[in-house]
């Protein structure tokens, strides 16, 4: 790769390193001199004690100032990073087959999950959980992946979709099967509800409003204790059945109309298929969706909201459907999220989990579908995969997503695939389609 | 107001606080004809369009827009993008406002949202993928094809259209606002930035929509051997009134309309400051 640092600009590098590697050092001088070199503690008797550990302090400032050297001479050494990947025309067309690839071994992974960890209830269960990530993903992918509107309080239908559930279900003892598509339509009626209030606000001010309502939300379900038991949470919620036949050991369970023995496990692997199921349900959607008019002006309206009316695009219903599909997924995964705890609580709902899903979808890449189900099976998959590291697992979490961002920072596959074609669909690059303005 | 004319204009006026852009202008343009709105920078030209299409709402006059059917519509009791769905204006942009991360092709299939809207019935039909909705999707894409073949960009329908060359997207702007079938089409400075062959590649396209479509066309210029060649009417502005309107030839020979643009000498100033008494 052709490096454009001139012999000239490494000549006066010396110098200028040095200076960066001051100032990187000075930083953390003043971050870490009571982060680190100050301890203190609540004495026996309830005094403050504390005590210094400046030998701690001088080592990590003397390890960032000779970081930041060695950074700096890789940057130089390498040239800019990022910018043109120079890999030969047969690799990256083998790459791209092996990319086309991906989604379907994904798939054929995921039918046989249950098959090969059937013994394993823990891989089940972490199944399960990612899978309900990918849900939410996808489903918020809707919200700012496609029409590009930033939306911080997607977990509100999440929980909108457990408590409709929970209540229709252990007041009115309707099934699961009765339930999800109510639970669906009653979180996407909030979906337009917050909607109305918000269709002017852009940007951060959506972000502030959105935020808000997942809050008010998870608050009245809080202090609402006549209908939702307030922090004590709804128990006994009915297990999912399979078309009438319960799950369950008795004789009149699947297990023994079937005449196999019973196993706990049956329900995890019926729970498992049944979250697959909603999953690829979500994603089919979506993927429908976006070849329909209704996704194209989503997609347009992140692009551009003053052409769009130009062409009389209606921009409030526009997103006012958009915020209505994603919650109603949003809905559908909390009455799952519901039926397998058996239990909810405001405590399942609050921003952490919004937070989580904003992450997974823009870690995956805005708008790209395989993306967003990578970037739940890292990011569910990951938290599980450090859990060895104890303590230092959000550290190392943490690293990893800002390694990431650098290596790419329109998320793991940030081009964008046009929804029609005339001769042949290329990719188009992350630099030319925007995220919206919210 | 005349048989043949598709706007017509009367005491338009736009304040923006103390700021009179537009004062009592009154205009009109004629069906299948090009009609020339031209004037120095900030003569008001650019609100004058913001008014027809919707995006100020006046502070007072009134617009009407006749169609071919002879339904007359008040464009100033529209608003957004009702000016583009009920009323049949489109517009292009000073500044292009193409969707830069969609392809050509999707360009013009956004721009046909309404009428696909309404063949998906509603989302529904298409999600089943209903025939009725496959069939109209593919006659929006040949809609799609054909102006992309009139514009020259077939070959590139596939290609992003922030990828474009610049002359392309201001043509690819104008094929796009031509999808949503509009009877009137509003360009804001079409030739801006473009040079001279694909100037005249423009002037060619704008004259074949109005024989072909017979479209009416109001076009803002700078660029006045466009405006000399392609329009059928001038209509000229300055401090946001009108000083001319006329033929292209009248309008050029007229010393307010050159005095516009280029000033006026010092002995006439002097005449004038004389009979105000200054």
């Known amino acids: 790769m052709a490096n454009p640092a001139t012999p000239a600009s490494r000549a006066e590098g010396a110098a200028f390193i040095f200076k960066k590697a ?25 005094q403050l004690i504390y005590w210094t550990r400046f030998g701690d302090l001088a080592s990590l400032v003397a390890i960032v100032f000779g970081g930041s050297i060695v950074m700096e001479l890789l940057r130089q050494w390498w040239g800019p990073v990022g910018t043109v990947w120079v890999v030969p025309p047969r690799l990256q067309s083998g ?44 489903g918020l992918n809707v919200v700012v992946g496609l029409a590009g509107l930033l939306d911080l309080g997607y977990v509100a239908f999440y929980a909108v979709g457990a408590y409709s559930y929970a209540l229709l279900a252990t007041n009115f003892g309707l099934s699961f099967w009765v339930c999800l598509p109510l639970a669906g339509i009653l979180a996407a009626f909030w979906g337009m509800l917050l909607g109305f209030p918000v269709l002017r606000l852009r940007g951060d001010y959506l972000a502030i409003v959105t935020l808000a309502f997942g809050e008010i939300i998870r608050l009245v379900i809080i202090n609402w204790q006549s209908l939702t038991g307030g922090p004590n949470g709804i128990s006994g919620i009915p297990r999912p059945s399979f078309f009438g036949i319960p799950l369950t050991a008795g004789d009149d369970g699947l297990a023994a109309k079937l005449g196999i023995e019973f196993s706990p496990t049956h329900r995890i692997v019926f729970l498992f298929y049944i979250i697959l199921a909603l999953a690829l349900l979500t994603n089919w959607v979506t993927i429908r969706l976006r070849r329909l008019p209704i996704g194209r002006a989503w997609e347009a309206l992140r692009e551009d909201e003053v052409a769009c009316r130009a062409l009389g695009i209606n921009i409030t219903t526009t997103k006012l459907t958009a915020f209505a599909t994603g919650a109603m997924f949003g809905g559908f995964a909390g009455a799952f999220f519901a039926t397998r705890q058996g239990f909810i609580s405001p405590e399942s709902f609050t921003f952490q989990e919004s937070a989580l899903v904003l992450a997974i979808v823009v870690l995956g890449g805005m708008g790209s579908q395989l993306g967003v189900a990578l970037a739940a099976l890292t990011m569910i998959g990951g938290f599980e995969l450090f859990r060895g590291l104890e303590q230092y697992r959000m550290l190392v979490f943490g690293i990893a997503m800002v390694l990431l961002m650098i290596w790419r920072p329109r998320g793991l596959i940030g081009h964008r695939a046009p929804t029609v074609f005339l001769r042949h669909a290329q990719a188009i690059s992350s630099d030319l389609v925007k995220e919206g303005h919210g | ?53 919707g995006f100020y709402k006046p502070t007072s006059g009134t617009m009407r827009l006749s169609h071919d059917n002879g339904a007359e519509i008040r464009l100033e009791r529209l608003n957004d993008f009702r000016i583009s769905k009920q009323a049949k204006v489109a517009r292009t942009f000073q500044n292009i406002r193409l969707f ?12 046909q949202h309404n009428a696909l809207m309404r063949a998906s019935g509603l989302t529904f039909l298409g999600l089943i993928g209903a025939p009725s909705w496959r069939a109209a999707e593919k006659a929006a894409i040949d809609l799609a094809k054909f102006w992309l073949d009139r514009i020259g960009l077939l070959d590139r329908a596939d290609d992003a259209a922030g990828n474009l060359p610049y002359g392309d997207q201001r043509r690819l702007e104008i094929a796009r606002a031509m999808c949503t079938e509009p009877a009137l089409l509003c360009l804001d400075e079409p030739a801006a930035g473009l040079n001279a062959r694909e100037s005249g590649a423009l002037s060619d396209l704008l004259l074949s929509i109005r024989a072909g479509q017979g479209t009416s066309i109001l076009l803002i210029e700078h660029d006045m051997s466009v405006v000399m060649e392609i329009s059928d009417r001038v209509v000229v502005m300055d401090y946001g009134v009108k000083i001319a309107e006329g033929s292209p030839e009248d309008v050029r020979d007229d010393p307010k309309v050159i005095a516009a643009y280029l000033g006026v000498e010092d002995e006439e100033v002097a005449k004038v400051e004389q009979e105000l008494g200054l």
Do not use: H
Request: with cysteine; aromatic share 8%; charged share 15%.
């Open chain 1, 22 to 46: 001051l100032i990187s050092a000075l930083v953390a001088l003043v971050l870490f001199s009571l982060m680190i070199g100050i301890r203190t503690e609540a004495g026996p008797t309830g």
């Open chain 1, 95 to 138: 790459l791209a087959f092996a990319r086309k690839l991906v989604a379907p071994a994904l798939l054929i992974f995921a039918l046989l999950v249950p098959v090969i960890f059937y013994d394993q209830r823990y891989i089940l269960d972490l199944g399960i959980l990612v899978l309900t990530y990918v849900m939410l993903g996808w």
């Open chain 2, 1 to 53: 107001m005349s048989s043949d004319g598709i706007l017509s204009v009367d005491g338009l006026t736009m304040r923006f606080g103390g700021i009179v852009a537009v004062n009592d202008l009154s205009f009109a343009a004629e069906r299948r004809k090009i009609t020339a709105l031209i004037g120095p920078n900030g003569a008001g030209k650019t609100t004058v369009f913001n008014c027809i299409t």
């Open chain 2, 100 to 111: 830069p991360g969609m392809t050509a092709l999707e360009n013009l299939m956004v721009a």
